[in-house]
């Protein structure tokens, strides 16, 4: 079992900065690939951006340029450093393991909220 925990969401101020963490625990051996989404009320989840264990990422349009996500494998730990919010930004975020080695499986956190206020 994997369980995903996220830190660092809150309010903020239009034009502020965040950074969310996730860090993974449990039994396996790694994580193919770690990422960020987003459900903002009444919408659908969305990605924000992903990241794979060789560094590779890709980001959503909405925040290309605003956003940077970055993984430390040592720590299985995944980063959002959030600058520039808007308040549209304002959502839960949802932190996301994929290809979870052995088994195969993805993994979803609780989540944390960010509001931006305007």
């Known amino acids: 079992q994997v369980r995903l925990v996220e830190s660092g969401g809150g309010l903020v101020q239009a034009g502020g900065s965040l950074r969310l963490s996730c860090e993974a625990s449990?039994?396996?051996?790694?994580?193919?690939?770690m990422g960020w989404y987003r459900q903002a009320p009444g919408k659908q989840r969305e990605l924000v951006a992903t990241?794979?264990?060789?560094?590779?990422?890709n980001y959503a349009d909405s925040v290309k340029g605003r956003f940077t996500i970055s993984r430390d494998n040592a720590k299985n730990t995944v980063y959002l450093q959030m600058n520039s919010l808007k308040p549209e930004d304002t959502a839960v975020y949802y932190c996301n393991a994929d290809g979870i080695i052995p088994y195969g499986r993805s993994s979803w956190g609780l989540g944390t909220q960010v509001t931006v206020s305007s």
């Open positions: 990241v794979t264990g060789s560094g590779s990422t």
């Open positions: 449990g039994t396996f051996f790694g994580i193919n690939a």
